[in-house]
């Protein structure tokens, strides 16, 4: 297959070639009335505002400003205190978690036990790593208003883990009226107790989101670490400034109309680098994997004979030349819990990672029955980290004899209509790409894509009792040689069946002007507490 150079993939995703400096009249007025106020360009867009309806990191970015957990994951995999501690029965099948004091939702109600429980309740529907847990759980209950017991059937390993994990669908906590939101129907508001409001008057989908300092949040007294410690705001306001083209932005931030860039384009980095005003560093150092995921539920992908064949096609290598370009900032990676983790084997991968084998995709794709049906890809053309993936994978599965429709369109819609289950004909899908940051893929039960029960899976749907029952055994596992050797056979049975498409691994630097200081690092970055801005 022909490699697509980062250059042209640009071009064939309809990116501008340079354009004139943002203009920094079009910012803000907050800053002329005095208030210290960081703008950002983050990796995307914001529009779906409920964290526990998506799993993609936009939502949960904006999650993590407005609402607050109960315990959370700090840098050393520890899982400390946030809005509460907790006890352990010594039968390890009841979990004591009692509120601290001072909680205070933004409306100013107090935060109660009873307002958390639903809220476990809610975000137990909904993740993957949550759903595996609550079929351990006998009951979650508030025997008083600072009080949360969480009873189990009998003793589970990761219950803290699960709780505190720090992405993608993070057990945030908000009122009861809200948690209560019936199921698949998103919350009406945006009040939670976390270190920020979220100020829906200046909310423009597709420009701005805005936050403003909560004045009557109480920080914790510990230092920050990832997820866990002090939440302490050091400014007035943070803008979340949308800008598709990558150009645009890093002119921006060069200018200092911007302050902070997220994912600024690999091949600008040392031009951003020289920049004696700015920053640039990789906040999340275990890096990223990306991936692609069929559809179970239509043709042709609900034949498992034709997903081998698509499997046959790609080459990772092909993906990440794309995708990043500088090998220094990528990894070939056939390990579906990540390379250079407990975890980690090559087990089943194949041809993925040593180039593809397009001739055996075009054998496979002809005994496989597949009859011509179009494969319809979703394609983001906003977001710089998923723009070369569908590009890529497209042609390797059209010289393998696919019919690819390759669909362009913003990554919110991406994100929206991967919910859809219907045809294609009805707004269906067969095919998306995304990424995962490493510590939410490092395990079969963290791990959304290996959730396999179905409709009520995550997007795409597979249907596997097997590697569900394997999934059981690994979470009883009573050591890491025996969960070692489970996750092996996990890996094989998902690259089997092709449960979804690993195309490797990277890093991805962010670049700040050095007006910012206190920029945290962790898996689920940027956060915006501890950050403080000079004039």
Not at 178 to 191: C, D, S
Not at 245 to 258: E, R
Not at 384 to 395: E, F, G, N, S, T
Not at 457 to 479: C, I, M, Q, T, Y
């Given at each position: 297959?022909s490699?697509?150079?980062?250059r042209?993939?640009?071009?064939?995703?309809?990116v501008a070639?340079?354009?004139?400096?943002?203009?920094?009249?079009?910012?803000s007025?907050a800053?002329?009335?005095?208030?210290k106020?960081?703008?950002?360009?983050?990796?995307?867009?914001?529009?779906?505002?409920?964290p526990?309806?998506?799993?993609a990191?936009?939502?949960?970015?904006?999650?993590?400003?407005?609402?607050d957990?109960?315990?959370?994951?700090?840098?050393?995999?520890?899982?400390?205190?946030?809005?509460?501690?907790?006890?352990?029965?010594?039968d390890?099948?009841?979990?004591?978690?009692?509120?601290?004091?001072?909680?205070?939702w933004h409306d100013?109600?107090?935060?109660?036990?009873?307002d958390?429980?639903a809220?476990?309740k809610?975000?137990?529907?909904?993740?993957v790593?949550?759903q595996?847990?609550?079929?351990?759980?006998?009951g979650?209950?508030?025997?008083?208003?600072?009080?949360?017991?969480?009873k189990?059937?009998?003793?589970?390993?990761?219950v803290?883990?699960?709780?505190g994990k720090?992405?993608?669908?993070?057990?945030?906590?908000?009122p009861r009226?809200l948690?209560?939101?019936?199921?698949?129907?998103q919350i009406a508001?945006q009040?939670?107790?976390?270190?920020f409001?979220?100020v829906?008057?200046?909310f423009?989908?597709?420009?701005?989101?805005?936050?403003?300092?909560?004045t009557?949040?109480v920080?914790?007294k510990e230092?920050?670490?990832?997820?866990?410690?002090?939440?302490?705001?050091k400014v007035?306001?943070?803008?979340?400034?949308?800008?598709?083209?990558?150009q645009?932005?890093?002119n921006a931030?060069?200018?200092g109309?911007?302050d902070?860039?997220?994912?600024p384009?690999?091949?600008?980095?040392?031009s951003?680098?020289a920049?004696a005003?700015?920053?640039?560093?990789t906040l999340?150092k275990?890096?990223?994997?990306?991936?692609?995921?069929m559809?179970?539920?239509?043709?042709?992908f609900?034949n498992v004979?034709?997903?081998?064949?698509?499997?046959?096609?790609?080459?990772?290598?092909?993906?990440?030349?794309?995708?990043?370009?500088?090998p220094?900032?990528?990894?070939?990676?056939?390990?579906?819990?990540v390379c250079n983790t407990?975890?980690?084997?090559?087990a089943?991968?194949?041809?993925?990672?040593k180039?593809?084998?397009?001739?055996?995709?075009?054998k496979?794709?002809?005994?496989?029955?597949?009859?011509?049906?179009?494969i319809?890809?979703?394609a983001?053309?906003d977001?710089?980290?998923?723009k070369?993936?569908?590009?890529?994978?497209a042609?390797?599965?059209?010289?393998?004899g696919?019919?690819?429709?390759?669909?362009?369109?913003?990554?919110q819609?991406?994100?929206s209509?991967?919910?859809?289950?219907?045809?294609?004909?009805?707004?269906g899908?067969?095919?998306?790409?995304?990424?995962s940051?490493a510590?939410?893929?490092?395990?079969?039960?963290?791990?959304?894509?290996?959730?396999?029960?179905?409709?009520?899976?995550w997007?795409g749907?597979?249907?596997?009792?097997?590697?569900?029952a394997?999934?059981?055994?690994?979470?009883?596992?009573a050591?890491?040689?025996?969960?070692?050797?489970?996750?092996?056979?996990?890996q094989?049975e998902?690259?089997?069946?092709v449960?979804?498409?690993?195309?490797?691994?990277f890093?991805?630097?962010?670049a700040?002007?050095?007006?910012l200081?206190?920029v945290?690092e962790?898996?689920?970055?940027p956060?915006?507490?501890?950050?403080?801005?000079s004039?």
């Amino acid at each position: 297959m022909s490699q697509i150079s980062r250059r042209k993939l640009l071009k064939l995703a309809g990116v501008a070639p340079l354009v004139a400096t943002f203009s920094a009249a079009w910012l803000s007025r907050a800053k002329a009335a005095g208030k210290k106020t960081i703008t950002a360009v983050m990796h995307s867009d914001l529009r779906t505002i409920d964290p526990g309806f998506t799993t993609a990191y936009i939502t949960r970015d904006h999650g993590y400003m407005v609402y607050d957990t109960l315990v959370a994951t700090d840098a050393n995999f520890k899982v400390q205190p946030q809005m509460a501690d907790w006890k352990v029965s010594d039968d390890k099948l009841t979990y004591t978690f009692t509120l601290r004091d001072g909680l205070t939702w933004h409306d100013g109600a107090p935060v109660t036990a009873e307002d958390c429980a639903a809220s476990l309740k809610r975000w137990g529907r909904n993740d993957v790593m949550a759903q595996k847990l609550m079929e351990f759980v006998a009951g979650i209950e508030a025997p008083d208003a600072k009080t949360i017991v969480l009873k189990l059937k009998e003793p589970y390993g990761l219950v803290l883990e699960t709780i505190g994990k720090p992405s993608s669908l993070v057990a945030f906590m908000m009122p009861r009226r809200l948690a209560e939101t019936p199921p698949g129907k998103q919350i009406a508001e945006q009040i939670g107790s976390g270190p920020f409001k979220f100020v829906a008057s200046e909310f423009q989908p597709g420009v701005k989101a805005v936050y403003e300092k909560f004045t009557d949040y109480v920080p914790r007294k510990e230092l920050p670490s990832w997820a866990a410690g002090g939440k302490v705001v050091k400014v007035d306001r943070v803008e979340w400034i949308t800008m598709p083209d990558a150009q645009t932005a890093v002119n921006a931030l060069q200018a200092g109309d911007i302050d902070f860039l997220e994912v600024p384009p690999y091949e600008l980095l040392s031009s951003l680098e020289a920049d004696a005003d700015l920053k640039v560093e990789t906040l999340n150092k275990f890096g990223g994997q990306t991936y692609g995921r069929m559809n179970f539920l239509l043709p042709p992908f609900d034949n498992v004979k034709v997903r081998r064949a698509a499997l046959l096609a790609i080459n990772q290598k092909d993906v990440l030349d794309a995708l990043v370009g500088n090998p220094k900032y990528y990894e070939v990676c056939g390990a579906m819990f990540v390379c250079n983790t407990p975890l980690a084997t090559e087990a089943g991968a194949g041809d993925l990672t040593k180039g593809g084998n397009i001739e055996a995709a075009k054998k496979a794709l002809a005994e496989s029955g597949y009859d011509g049906t179009p494969i319809v890809v979703m394609a983001a053309s906003d977001v710089l980290m998923l723009k070369a993936q569908p590009i890529v994978v497209a042609q390797a599965l059209r010289q393998a004899g696919f019919k690819v429709d390759l669909q362009t369109m913003d990554w919110q819609t991406v994100v929206s209509r991967r919910a859809n289950q219907k045809p294609v004909g009805e707004g269906g899908w067969n095919m998306f790409f995304t990424f995962s940051t490493a510590p939410d893929v490092m395990n079969p039960i963290a791990s959304s894509m290996m959730g396999a029960k179905g409709k009520t899976s995550w997007f795409g749907w597979p249907e596997d009792a097997k590697l569900e029952a394997l999934r059981d055994r690994f979470v009883r596992a009573a050591s890491l040689d025996e969960q070692k050797t489970i996750a092996e056979e996990i890996q094989r049975e998902a690259y089997d069946q092709v449960i979804y498409l690993p195309l490797g691994q990277f890093l991805t630097p962010s670049a700040w002007r050095k007006s910012l200081t206190g920029v945290l690092e962790g898996p689920a970055t940027p956060v915006w507490w501890n950050v403080d801005k000079s004039e």
